[in-house]
């Protein structure tokens, strides 16, 4: 049987994190990737004279770059890593699950040839649900991730989420509205069994 390789994208706050955590365990993937921790991997490798792109937040852009071509040229050199990451479980025939907001639709270049390869993107239709997962992810992280450096850019944040949103609906991704983790779940959960099982009847 072909290793499974689950994409979950979507804007920083809509829940890839648990949600990804808790697909894979139901699933028996353990190998779940963050693409937020490869940046960290890669800070440390290339200091921001070489690299500057990472040394931002995803959600932000040095002056005069629009936001989405700065968080493009971010995820370009993210991505790199994450190819490498996916292309070494494939070859040694290991499921994985990659979550992060550098999970855009047409951007990771995956072979569907070893690995049954699903994706989707998530989201958070409603605003204020949206700012509420701020103080979730403050409290969780012990205040390593301050609830106020999201929400005063949650107008930005919001912006990529529709960007990743149009881009799935490009390339035909399936999007999950992210307001009920156990629906969202099932729904992933779902897919990548439906998709496991249309490949096994071709």
Known sequence: MKPVILLIGGATGTGKSTVASEVGHRLGINRVTCTDVVRQTLRAFFPPAEMPSIHRSSFDAPPGQPLVEAFLDQTREVLVAVEAAVSRAILEGWSMVVEGVHVVPG????????????????????????????????????????????????????????????RARDYGVPVFENSNKSETVGAVIELVLGSEAELETV
């Open 107 to 166: 951007m990771l270049n995956v072979s569907t040839t070893d690995a049954t390869v699903v994706e989707c993107v998530l989201t958070i239709e409603a605003e204020a649900i949206h700012a509420d997962h701020f103080w979730v992810r403050d409290a969780s992280s012990g205040g390593e991730r301050p609830v106020n450096k999201y929400l005063d850019r949650l107008d930005d944040i919001r912006r990529l989420q529709e960007y990743l949103v149009e």
